[in-house]
């Protein structure tokens, strides 16, 4: 009592509006907490794309006498304070558009959790995983082999083999279609 007695009417009506919510609406807060952020998220991915865009495009402007980079810079700043008024507007829509539900499903709806993650497979179970799903799947064990060239290698630049005393990017390499015209 004391210490509200201290306080003058702005700061005694804030602490009393804010002892309020917090007693009565504990899991409103929670979902505009958790609606806020996963706006906020969705939108921050859709700005990022739209600035990927604009980069790709901006140095058009140039063509009309234009800095590039001023444009960069005045455009991203635009659908920056664009991103935010929607944020806004759309958390105050959904906001005002959430019905009451039952305070057991909305809590345990609502309610934070730790994340588990499964361990990872080691490239040993992997591998073995894969060959047991490709026995399953065509019945018998059929190792593929690579594709590999076993003939003697020719370089560009060296005699060609037929002993013409040419190149052979200039003898049967150029004949063969395989080197440029």
């Not at 980069?55 to 991103?83: C, H, I, N, T, W």
């Not at 959904?94 to 499964?118: C, Y």
Request: glycine content about 8%.
């Amino acid at each position: 009592a004391a210490e509200l007695a201290k306080l003058d009417h702005k700061n005694l009506t804030r602490r009393a509006w804010t002892a309020f919510n917090d007693h009565y609406a504990p899991e409103l807060r929670r979902m505009e907490r958790s609606l806020v952020l996963h706006l906020l998220d969705s939108a921050w991915k859709d700005h990022l794309l739209a600035m990927d865009h604009l980069r790709s495009g901006v140095g058009l402007r140039s063509y009309a006498q234009v800095d590039p980079k001023v444009e960069y810079k005045r455009e991203g700043m635009r659908m920056f304070e664009a991103m935010w008024n929607s944020i806004d507007e759309r958390a105050t829509d959904l906001v005002f558009r959430m019905e009451q539900l039952d305070e057991g499903f909305v809590g345990s709806t609502w309610v934070e959790t730790s994340a588990t993650h499964q361990e990872a497979e080691s490239a040993s179970q992997m591998a073995a995983q894969i060959d047991s799903g490709d026995q399953a799947a065509g019945g018998e064990d059929v190792k593929l082999e690579p594709i590999r060239n076993r003939g003697k290698h020719v370089g560009r630049n060296d005699p060609c083999p037929c002993g013409s005393g040419k190149k052979y990017k200039n003898c049967h390499m150029r004949n063969s279609g395989l080197g440029a015209a």
